[in-house]
C-alpha cells in the first residue's frame, strides 16, 4: 500500500510538472483568483492589511500547479525529506527568499508593502525542489526537453507570421498578447525602406517594424525560450535517425529563424555561443559527426544572417554605435551605474526587492538627465542594489553548486541542461526577466531544478552499480573458498 501510495504521488507531481512546462508559454494574464479577494475582506477587519496587496497580487494558474506538484513530491519523499531539504543548492535558495523579503521589510527609502506578495508568488524554490525530488529519471526529463520542442514549433510559427504580417493572429487565449497596447511602443525597430528582409515582397509602409513576440510578453524573452528549444532540439538531433532528423533539423532551421525575428542581441548571441559550445563538448558523438552537425548549424545561422542582415543592421545588432541602439545601450550603462552607486551605500540588504524604479530618484545625478523607466537590466546588479550582497553571494552559490554537478558526470542530456543554464547566465548580463517575470522565473528555475534532480539520479546509478559489482564479488569470493 505505501508504495502504491509513494507511486500515485510521484504520477501526479510528474503530471503536475509537464502541465507547468506545457501551459507556462500559454499564460499571460494573472489568474482571476476571487477567492484570494473574499479571504482579504474577511480579514479586513481583524488585521489591518495594506489595500495594495489586494489589487497588485501577481497570482498564476501556473503557481497552483507548482503548489501542488511541490506538495505531492513532499509526500513522495516524505522519508528522505531532511536529506533533500538540507542539500547545499536548496538552503541556498531558502536563504536567497528570506533576504529578499527582509530587503523589503528594512527598506531605507519608500516602502511598498504589495512587493512581499511578489516575493511570496516567486514559489520558484517550489518549482526548484518539485522539479528536483521528482526528475529522477532519463525518461521524464527527456519527455520535458521533448515538450519543449514541439511547443517551440507553435511559437517559432506563431513569430514567423506575426512579423511578416505585422500584426498579432488573435490567438488571445492561448497567450497572444494584443499589439494595439504600450507592449507595442517599446519593442519596434526602424525598417529599412519598408523591407522586412532582403527581398522586396512582404514589404510595408511602415517606418518601424515589430519585432516577433510569440505568447510571451517581451520579443527578449521569446528569444530566452527560442534558446532552450535550440538547444533540446539539439540534444535530439543528435540522437534519433531517419525521419526524426529530418525533423528535427527544420525544426531547428524554424526555431533560429524566429530567433532572428525577436532582434534580441543577447538572445541570439546567447544562443550562438551555447549551441556550438554543446555540439563541441558532446561525449557520445564522433568527431565527424560533430563537424557535419556543426556544418548545417552554421548554415542556418548565416542563411538568416544574411536574409535579414539589412533589418538587424538597421537596429543595431552589429553595431553598438548605431543611432538606434546607442539610445537604449546609453541608458542600459547609466543603469548599471546607478546601481553600483546603490550598492556602495547599501551593501548588506540593498533597497528592496522590486524597489529599483520606486527608488532610484535618490541616487541619480544632478547632471543625470535620462529617466529611469525601467529596472537595471543586469540579474547581478539588480540582486545586488535590491536585495544586496549577501543576497548575490548566496545566489552565485547557489548557480556554482548546480554547475559543479556535471564535472563527475559523462552524460549528453546532463551537458544539454547544463549550456541551456550557461545561456540564461549569459542572457542575465543584459535582462532582467529571470527573477521578475513569470516565464522567466520558470525556464530559469526549472532547467537549475532538472539539472539537480537528473545528476542526483545518474549518481544513484553509479552507486547502484558500484554496489552491484561488489556483491558479485564478493559472492565469487565466497563461492571460490568453498
Same mark, same amino acid.
Given at each position: 500500500m505505501i508504495n502504491i501510495k509513494k507511486l500515485s504521488s510521484s504520477s501526479v507531481a510528474s503530471s503536475l510538472i509537464y502541465l507547468v512546462f506545457f501551459y507556462f508559454c500559454l499564460e499571460y494574464k494573472t489568474f482571476e483568483h476571487r477567492l484570494y479577494h473574499i479571504i482579504f475582506k474577511l480579514l479586513s477587519p481583524i488585521i489591518s492589511l495594506p489595500s495594495s496587496l489586494s489589487n497588485n497580487y501577481p497570482f498564476y494558474l501556473t503557481d497552483i500547479m507548482i503548489l501542488l506538484g511541490f506538495i505531492f513530491s513532499l509526500i513522495y519523499s516524505k522519508k528522505n525529506l531532511k536529506s533533500k531539504l538540507l542539500k547545499p543548492e536548496v538552503i541556498y535558495l531558502f536563504l536567497f527568499l528570506v533576504f529578499s523579503l527582509l530587503s523589503i521589510v528594512f527598506s531605507p527609502y519608500e516602502k511598498d508593502l504589495s512587493r512581499l506578495s511578489k516575493v511570496s508568488s516567486l514559489f520558484f524554490a517550489f518549482l526548484f525542489f518539485t522539479l528536483s525530488t521528482i526528475s529522477s529519471n532519463k525518461t521524464l526529463v527527456e519527455k520535458i526537453l521533448l515538450t519543449i520542442c514541439f511547443i517551440s514549433l507553435f511559437?517559432?510559427?506563431?513569430?514567423?507570421?506575426?512579423?511578416?504580417?505585422?500584426?498579432?493572429?488573435?490567438? !488571445?487565449? #492561448?497567450?497572444?498578447?494584443?499589439?494595439?497596447?504600450?507592449?507595442?511602443?517599446?519593442?519596434?525597430?526602424?525598417?529599412?525602406?519598408?523591407?522586412?528582409?532582403?527581398?522586396?515582397?512582404?514589404?510595408?509602409?511602415?517606418?518601424?517594424?515589430?519585432r516577433a513576440y510569440g505568447s510571451f510578453s517581451h520579443p527578449n524573452i521569446l528569444s530566452s525560450f527560442l534558446m532552450t528549444s535550440v538547444l533540446c532540439s539539439l540534444f535530439f538531433w543528435?540522437?534519433?535517425?531517419?525521419? !526524426?532528423?529530418?525533423?528535427?533539423?527544420?525544426?531547428?532551421?524554424?526555431?533560429?529563424?524566429?530567433?532572428?525575428?525577436?532582434?534580441?542581441?543577447?538572445?541570439?548571441?546567447?544562443?550562438?555561443?551555447?549551441?556550438?559550445?554543446?555540439?563541441?563538448?558532446?561525449?557520445?558523438?564522433?568527431?565527424?559527426?560533430?563537424?557535419s552537425y556543426l556544418i548545417v548549424l552554421s548554415t542556418f545561422f548565416i542563411v538568416n544572417i544574411v536574409?535579414?542582415?539589412?533589418?538587424?543592421?538597421?537596429?543595431?545588432?552589429?553595431?553598438?554605435?548605431?543611432?538606434?541602439?546607442?539610445?537604449?545601450?546609453?541608458?542600459?550603462?547609466?543603469?548599471?551605474?546607478?546601481? +553600483?552607486?546603490?550598492?556602495?551605500?547599501?551593501?548588506? +540588504?540593498?533597497?528592496?526587492?522590486?524597489?529599483?524604479?520606486?527608488?532610484?530618484?535618490?541616487?541619480?545625478?544632478?547632471?543625470?538627465?535620462?529617466?529611469?523607466?525601467?529596472?537595471?537590466?543586469?540579474? !547581478?546588479?539588480?540582486?545586488?542594489s535590491e536585495i544586496g550582497l549577501i543576497a548575490l553571494m548566496l545566489f552565485l552559490a547557489f548557480i556554482y553548486t548546480i554547475i559543479l554537478?556535471?564535472? !563527475?558526470?559523462?552524460?549528453?542530456?546532463?551537458?544539454? +541542461?547544463?549550456?541551456?543554464?550557461?545561456?540564461?547566465?549569459?542572457?542575465?548580463?543584459?535582462?532582467?526577466?529571470?527573477? #521578475?517575470?513569470?516565464?522567466?522565473?520558470?525556464?530559469?528555475?526549472?532547467?537549475?531544478?532538472?539539472?539537480?534532480?537528473?545528476?542526483?539520479?545518474?549518481?544513484?546509478?553509479?552507486l547502484d552499480q558500484r554496489e552491484g559489482c561488489s556483491s558479485i564479488l564478493y559472492s565469487e569470493e565466497l563461492t571460490a573458498k568453498c
Amino acid at each position: 500500500m505505501i508504495n502504491i501510495k509513494k507511486l500515485s504521488s510521484s504520477s501526479v507531481a510528474s503530471s503536475l510538472i509537464y502541465l507547468v512546462f506545457f501551459y507556462f508559454c500559454l499564460e499571460y494574464k494573472t489568474f482571476e483568483h476571487r477567492l484570494y479577494h473574499i479571504i482579504f475582506k474577511l480579514l479586513s477587519p481583524i488585521i489591518s492589511l495594506p489595500s495594495s496587496l489586494s489589487n497588485n497580487y501577481p497570482f498564476y494558474l501556473t503557481d497552483i500547479m507548482i503548489l501542488l506538484g511541490f506538495i505531492f513530491s513532499l509526500i513522495y519523499s516524505k522519508k528522505n525529506l531532511k536529506s533533500k531539504l538540507l542539500k547545499p543548492e536548496v538552503i541556498y535558495l531558502f536563504l536567497f527568499l528570506v533576504f529578499s523579503l527582509l530587503s523589503i521589510v528594512f527598506s531605507p527609502y519608500e516602502k511598498d508593502l504589495s512587493r512581499l506578495s511578489k516575493v511570496s508568488s516567486l514559489f520558484f524554490a517550489f518549482l526548484f525542489f518539485t522539479l528536483s525530488t521528482i526528475s529522477s529519471n532519463k525518461t521524464l526529463v527527456e519527455k520535458i526537453l521533448l515538450t519543449i520542442c514541439f511547443i517551440s514549433l507553435f511559437e517559432s510559427s506563431l513569430a514567423i507570421y506575426q512579423y511578416f504580417i505585422q500584426s498579432p493572429l488573435g490567438l !488571445y487565449k #492561448l497567450g497572444e498578447p494584443k499589439f494595439l497596447t504600450n507592449i507595442e511602443m517599446c519593442s519596434r525597430i526602424p525598417s529599412v525602406c519598408g523591407k522586412k528582409w532582403i527581398f522586396e515582397s512582404f514589404k510595408t509602409d511602415s517606418v518601424r517594424l515589430l519585432r516577433a513576440y510569440g505568447s510571451f510578453s517581451h520579443p527578449n524573452i521569446l528569444s530566452s525560450f527560442l534558446m532552450t528549444s535550440v538547444l533540446c532540439s539539439l540534444f535530439f538531433w543528435t540522437k534519433k535517425k531517419s525521419f !526524426y532528423k529530418v525533423f528535427f533539423s527544420v525544426l531547428i532551421f524554424l526555431q533560429i529563424t524566429a530567433l532572428f525575428l525577436t532582434f534580441s542581441r543577447a538572445g541570439i548571441a546567447a544562443t550562438l555561443l551555447a549551441a556550438f559550445s554543446l555540439l563541441i563538448f558532446m561525449k557520445k558523438i564522433n568527431l565527424r559527426s560533430k563537424i557535419s552537425y556543426l556544418i548545417v548549424l552554421s548554415t542556418f545561422f548565416i542563411v538568416n544572417i544574411v536574409i535579414f542582415y539589412p533589418v538587424h543592421n538597421k537596429r543595431g545588432s552589429f553595431s553598438v554605435e548605431n543611432s538606434f541602439s546607442k539610445g537604449s545601450n546609453d541608458e542600459r550603462m547609466s543603469c548599471n551605474r546607478l546601481a +553600483l552607486r546603490i550598492i556602495k551605500k547599501h551593501y548588506f +540588504l540593498g533597497i528592496g526587492f522590486d524597489h529599483f524604479m520606486k527608488n532610484a530618484k535618490y541616487f541619480k545625478l544632478q547632471n543625470e538627465k535620462f529617466n529611469v523607466s525601467a529596472t537595471v537590466h543586469n540579474i !547581478y546588479l539588480l540582486i545586488a542594489s535590491e536585495i544586496g550582497l549577501i543576497a548575490l553571494m548566496l545566489f552565485l552559490a547557489f548557480i556554482y553548486t548546480i554547475i559543479l554537478k556535471v564535472k !563527475y558526470q559523462n552524460d549528453d542530456l546532463l551537458l544539454t +541542461l547544463i549550456f541551456i543554464l550557461v545561456g540564461y547566465l549569459a542572457i542575465g548580463m543584459f535582462d532582467y526577466y529571470y527573477l #521578475l517575470i513569470q516565464k522567466g522565473k520558470i525556464m530559469f528555475f526549472g532547467i537549475a531544478g532538472l539539472i539537480c534532480g537528473y545528476s542526483d539520479y545518474l549518481r544513484n546509478i553509479k552507486l547502484d552499480q558500484r554496489e552491484g559489482c561488489s556483491s558479485i564479488l564478493y559472492s565469487e569470493e565466497l563461492t571460490a573458498k568453498c
